[in-house]
């Protein structure tokens, strides 16, 4: 089947089987092998990717499913080679070790400070709570989503004007 | 980057990790990220039964499926005389089942195809006639003089027990317990449960039809150790064999072994002559690698009347599944659990242990732990704690009355062990401090008066990590030294090669901290490597705690080389004789003449264009550490909780861990670590499970059923510490990246015996569901 996406802003089509996982698309078709697979059960998150601008687990949709959306992975969380906050913000609060989970971790965290820039640490823990990782137990995972919010604020409040 | 020469990052600096910059980005590099030219796919076909006769197996339609190159049995493996391989404990076990399968989820045969979809569609395909056999579950069933034998294909082998083990004093211990005041005891079972790191196993196996070279990516905690496997196994010759672990996403134990997967592709890729890549998935890797306990544990303390403990006394059931494969020292059978006499000065001791076989997956490694300290460390805390309420002592008082005090170390335990160095009373009295203990305690009376359950729980762990020296510690006869390697460039950039391998833990930052201490040469400017063993000195691996022990003293040691050397370029350049040179952080100068400097970074350039005459060129060592004795890293984890009377479940209300791990590399992440551990041992005392039904139908086998800790149940944690350095380890360090887990676990389950403790509860097995408890509670009232 053929299909058109928005691959972190870039159009991309891909002629594939209708089977074939959305996180296999992603990994083996598109190249970028920063969404991992963890479980295959929708479980741990690993595969966490933005499908217009919603964190899905790629490793339970379809490839197919993203026709005409638009796809985010790790690799578009960076723009103009500038770090998102949220990356800057797991570097500086030591919120990954083995970096297998930090992926998905970081987009539903960032997906989160999209709509709350100043999420309490339950609402952190809430929104993440879909994303396993064996490593960090999760207490600098937290600090750094809040800090990446507290750097966006700061960001929001120092440009000059509104953008569009 | 400007360097600060003023302040070297060394011990002691939460340096930011340098790995960071490509996970962040999704840069890493897993071994499913890794795609050959020509690359093939394999899948395996698993049994569905737990114990079995196969009878036929036909692959003739799996054959024919467009796009399947090969299918693998273990026919086609014995006539290469791989159907079975060795163990690391002297067992061997089934690459591919020929006769019998021995626990559901043993690998039948093998498919490559030129895409994985398609390998597992050709599984399908694939009919094997099997014959049900009596599965063993139990391992007390499976020692009862009727039971099947598992392993009938063993010569000499009658029954199902595997060995029997010994540590301590028998005699000595029964003459105690004649004598005691009182004696308590306690069994507990520690189930099975699996270390699941995020990212399951696989490889990909290239091996050059023209050359024979054996290129094998792998998620190996243990390159250099699987490379001799290998060359054993298969017979490839060494040189030609090169492991090569790529970023690892998380390993805990279960990246230690050789499983039958690596061995099947490898040879796949040798007939055919293309790259194979195999990738488990979740469900594969719960059911079939190395899992960890699944120990039946009996213990019991003999005491005088003034609450003394005078001998410990411990028998205990290991279930090993259908093969001994577990990954740990020759000499020790059941690991070091007999470090079980834990924190405790207990004059006499005697622990017996007997393995058995059963139709369960085989492994038996340590999840986060130092092979099985965990059981240990978990019986004599559950027990200690069962003991203090058996005399009415309160808990907290019973073990500063019993722990071995400071002055006594070096300790030797009545078990075999000499510890090295520890101050039990003051990590106590920190966590007590912490927490508020007294405070509590009042606290709790008052809750039970108006009908609420609060628990406090305390666990004072003693770990036996680092192997080891090389008189006790081997892995099929090779010794557990370690190394590293350090190559000081001409321009004062340096390349530090390992022969252990970071799973997460943060070697490429913590390792050049080291070489940043002792030889003054910035973090960012030390390159560190490993994985690779083409280009990294041989080592044993990262597990057991044993990286800085090991290879960390190994990189201090070498650095210390270089710096002998360098002093002596210094000496030359400075005109002056060698003694008259003094070192200080990166900075040779003139003993009397601090203003008279040569960097190290003119020193590297020296060594490579104005050495002094005689000298060999070039700032480059090697060292292989061989530890002088283990390391004993120790802790009080102290947990409050609140049980609901009415459902039985519960809440961490506090947990406050103090550690005390000797000298801190960087303390952001040994602070990393231990939350992760203690992260881990909720689960495995909360919810983490692989159990089993009576047809040995493995219950736990995705992550669905096998339940792990979410960001939303997960304790928050206060963690201090103490330092007590190590004697023998060349900057003092112990290692920590399983205290966390090795010591939790008792202090959980003890927070929520402690809750019902006046109610007469004494025991609930892990994991302590809210279902458990609220059993618990019933029987109680």
Redesign the interface.
């Known amino acids: 089947m053929q299909i058109n996406a928005t691959v972190n802003g870039t159009k991309r089509s891909a002629d594939v089987?209708p089977?074939?996982l959305l996180v296999h698309l992603i990994?083996e078709v598109f190249g970028?092998?920063?969404?991992?697979?963890?479980?295959?059960?929708t479980?741990?998150g690993?595969c966490t990717v933005l499908l217009d601008d919603v964190p899905v687990k790629s490793c339970t949709l379809f490839g197919v499913q993203a026709d005409g959306r638009s796809v985010t992975?790790?690799?578009g969380?960076?723009r103009n080679g500038q770090?998102h906050p949220i990356?800057?913000a797991?570097?500086?609060e030591?919120g990954?070790?083995?970096?297998?989970?930090?992926?998905g971790m970081?987009l539903t965290g960032a997906a989160l400070l999209d709509r709350n820039q100043e999420p309490t640490e339950d609402e952190?823990?809430?929104a993440?709570?879909?994303?396993?990782?064996?490593?960090?137990?999760?207490?600098?995972?937290?600090k750094a989503i809040q800090a990446a919010g507290k750097a966006m604020r700061e960001e929001k409040a120092a440009e000059p004007a509104p953008t569009t | 980057m400007a360097t600060d020469t003023t302040e070297i990052r060394g011990l002691g600096h939460s340096v930011k990790r340098k790995e960071d910059d490509r996970f962040i980005r999704g840069k890493g590099n897993y071994i499913d990220d890794i795609k050959l030219p020509g690359m093939l796919h394999m899948a395996i076909l698993r049994s569905p039964m737990a114990h079995a006769r196969i009878r036929s197996i036909d692959t003739s339609k799996a054959a024919a499926l467009p796009g399947v190159v090969a299918v693998v049995t273990g026919e086609l493996m014995a006539q290469h005389n791989l159907a079975w391989m060795p163990t690391l404990s002297y067992d061997t076990q089934a690459v591919l089942a020929t006769d019998k399968v021995r626990f559901q989820g043993q690998e039948v045969a093998a498919v490559i195809a030129e895409d994985p979809y398609l390998a597992k569609d050709a599984l399908e395909l694939i009919d094997v006639d099997y014959e049900p056999l009596e599965a063993l579950v139990d391992p007390y069933r499976a020692l009862a003089a009727d039971a099947p034998v598992i392993r009938d294909e063993k010569e000499g082998q009658k029954d199902n027990r595997i060995y029997h083990w010994e540590a301590g004093d028998k005699d000595a211990t029964d003459k105690a317990f004649s004598k005691a005041a009182k004696v308590v005891a306690l069994d507990t079972f520690y189930p099975r449960c699996h270390p699941a790191p995020l990212e399951t196993c696989g490889c990909v196996a290239d091996v050059n039809p023209a050359t024979g070279r054996a290129t094998i990516y792998m998620t190996s905690q243990a390159p250099h150790a699987v490379r001799t496997v290998f060359a054993l196994v298969a017979g490839l010759p060494e040189e030609n064999i090169r492991i090569i672990s790529p970023d690892i996403g998380g390993g805990f134990g279960n990246k230690v072994p050789v499983y039958p997967g690596y061995v099947v592709a490898t040879a796949a890729s040798l007939l055919i002559g293309r790259p194979v890549k195999w990738i488990e998935d979740r469900t594969e890797n719960l059911i079939s690698t190395g899992f960890a306990r699944d120990y039946h544990m009996h213990g019991e303390v003999a005491l005088d009347k003034g609450g003394r403990i005078l001998a410990l006394r411990v028998s205990m059931l290991s279930d090993n599944g259908a093969f001994f494969s577990d990954a740990q020292p020759t000499k020790f059978k059941a690991g070091l659990f007999h470090i079980v006499t834990g924190s405790y000065d207990i004059p006499a001791a005697h622990v017996s242990t007997d393995g058995v076989y059963t139709n369960k997956a085989p492994g038996g490694v340590a999840y986060r732990c130092s092979f099985r300290v965990t059981e240990a460390s978990y019986l004599i805390e559950r027990l200690i704690q069962t003991a203090a309420y058996e005399i009415g002592m309160d808990p907290a008082e019973f073990r500063l009355k019993n722990f071995i005090r400071s002055d006594q170390f070096p300790y030797k335990s009545a078990t075999g062990f000499e510890y090295d160095s520890g101050d039990y009373h003051k990590a106590m009295n920190l966590a007590l401090e912490k927490i508020g203990y007294d405070q509590l305690r009042k606290e709790q009376e008052r809750a039970r008066e108006e009908g609420r359950l609060l628990g406090i729980g305390l666990a004072s762990f003693t770990e036996v990590v680092g192997a080891g020296p090389h008189k006790d510690y081997d892995i099929l006869g090779l010794k557990m030294f370690d190394s590293a390697e350090l190559r000081v460039h001409p321009t004062g950039k340096a390349i530090l090669k390992l022969g252990v391998k970071s799973q997460g833990q943060g070697h490429e930052t913590t390792f050049a901290q080291i070489v940043a201490e002792e030889l003054g040469i910035q973090p960012e400017d030390v390159l560190v490597q490993e994985g690779d063993t083409d280009n990294t000195p041989y080592g044993l691996g990262t597990y057991a705690s044993r990286s800085t022990p090991t290879s960390g003293a190994a990189t201090a040691v070498v650095s210390r080389e270089l710096r002998e050397k360098a002093k002596k370029i210094a000496a030359h350049l400075l005109e002056v004789a060698d003694e008259d040179v003094e070192f200080e952080k990166g900075r040779f100068f003139v003993k009397g003449a601090p203003d008279r400097v040569k960097t190290i970074q003119d020193v590297a350039l020296a060594a490579y264009t104005n050495f002094p005459e005689g000298m060999q060129p070039g700032l480059e060592g090697v060292h292989y550490y061989d530890p002088p004795n283990m390391t004993f890293p120790f802790g009080t984890y102290a947990v409050v909780v609140e049980v609901d009377p009415d459902t039985g479940e519960w809440k961490v209300l506090r947990m406050v861990a103090v550690d005390d791990c000797g000298v801190r590399i960087n303390p952001m992440i040994v602070e990393g670590q231990i939350h992760g551990g203690l992260t881990e041992g909720y689960g495995i005392a909360a919810m983490e499970l692989i159990t089993f039904d009576e047809s040995g139908n493995c219950i736990g086998a995705n992550f669905m059923d096998y339940l792990l800790p979410t960001a939303w149940e997960t304790p928050r944690f206060e963690t201090f510490e103490t330092v007590t350095p190590s004697p023998h380890h060349p900057f003092g360090a112990k290692g920590v990246g399983e205290s966390a887990t090795v010591g939790s676990p008792a202090a959980y389950v003890n927070a929520v015996i402690d809750a019902l403790a006046h109610l007469g509860v004494r025991n609930i097995e892990m994991p302590v569901t809210s279902a458990k408890v609220w059993e618990a509670l019933q029987a109680a009232q």
């Open positions: 089987e089977r074939l990994r970028l092998t920063g969404t991992h697979v963890g479980c295959d059960t479980s741990c690993a992975t790790v690799e969380l960076a770090l990356q800057a797991f570097k500086e030591h990954l070790q083995c970096g297998f989970c930090t992926p970081m952190v823990r809430w993440i709570s879909g994303n396993i990782c064996r490593c960090t137990g999760y207490m600098n995972i937290v």
